[in-house]
């Protein structure tokens, strides 16, 4: 398991390019036969990808978490951007189509994903926080996510933002997980951007071409930075800074909250005159 430590924004804008790679970029999140995560002290937010490819793979709890199973303190959300496949809990078989998504409660203790094909082998997305109660196993398919359509072709942000791990759509302790896909012809996301003290959150990037890229933009909303993304890539925003971005063509992003509280639209809006 990667670990990430938590930063000031003092600090952060003083980073050069690498620096801010290093300590908020995650570059590689799928790799096959193998359960990829990075544990950020932002919140003890848990996050990466396992791809099952011709035989089934196992989450174990490594020695940073302390505990005798993974989701011993612990609920998870999993997204399949994959093939189709399948998530094995305590030998309960989810099969799980690509968009497919799981809300898996606090003391389930054994995980496993296998692919159905080795050829279009299943990708499944995974972020877990901490939790204090446990809440039903639930599998949500797209069709049952909640859509909330927002933006405009005028602005280039028109979009449809899925609601999977929601108090609209399913119980659970403080995970908020979604995804949102912009139309074709449309680029930016986020923007007016926002941030939320309550709240930090992680973007995974996906469903992009080969020479797509997305210009992320992170930091204080005074004093802004920006990484350059590809396909497969996520980024951890603490609570203090923006998250917006703009992409070379449209795309795909999976969003991940933890922290104070589940309201979906608390957050701080920052006046475009504001932006540096």
């Known amino acids: 398991m990667n670990i990430r430590y938590a930063n000031h924004p003092q600090d952060s ?4 390019t690498e620096e801010l790679r290093e300590h908020y970029l995650v570059e590689e999140i799928f790799k096959a036969n193998k359960i990829d995560l ?3 002290h932002v919140d003890r937010i848990i996050f990466g990808g396992a791809m099952p490819v011709g035989e089934t793979i196992k989450l174990e709890a490594g020695k940073e978490m302390g505990v005798n199973y993974f989701l011993e303190r612990r609920e998870m ?3 399949n951007v994959g093939g189709q496949g399948v998530a094995i809990l305590d030998g309960v078989e989810y099969e799980l189509k ?3 998504g799981l ?7 054994t995980i496993e994903f296998k692919s159905v094909s080795e050829e279009t082998p299943a990708k499944f997305y995974i972020n877990s926080v901490p939790a204090h109660k446990t809440y039903p196993t639930v599998k949500i398919d797209i069709n049952e996510a909640q859509p909330v359509r927002l933006g405009d072709n005028s602005t280039l942000n028109k979009r449809t933002i ?3 791990v929601h108090p609209n759509v399913c119980e659970s302790c403080q995970l908020l997980m979604g995804m949102t896909i912009l139309e074709e012809g449309n680029a930016w996301n986020t923007m007016p951007c926002h941030t ?3 709240r930090m959150e992680v973007y995974f990037y996906f469903n992009m071409e080969e020479n ?3 210009f992320h933009f992170m930091g204080q909303p005074e004093e802004t930075r920006h990484l350059v993304v590809k396909n497969e890539e996520a980024i951890i925003s603490p609570s203090w800074s923006i998250h917006s971005g703009v992409g070379t063509s449209n795309y795909t992003f999976i969003w991940g909250m933890c922290g104070e509280n589940q309201t979906f639209d608390d957050m701080d809006a920052v006046e475009m005159s504001t932006l540096r």
Request: hydrophobic residues 15%; aromatic residues 18%; without cysteine.
């Open 13 to 16: 804008k003083k980073y050069t």
């Open 212 to 214: 797509t890229r997305v």
């Open 38 to 40: 990075t544990y950020s």
């Open 98 to 100: 690509g968009q497919d």
């Open 103 to 109: 809300y898996i409660g606090m003391g389930t203790k």
């Open 196 to 198: 939320h003290e309550r």
């Open 77 to 79: 959300g999993i997204i």
């Open 162 to 164: 899925y609601q999977y």
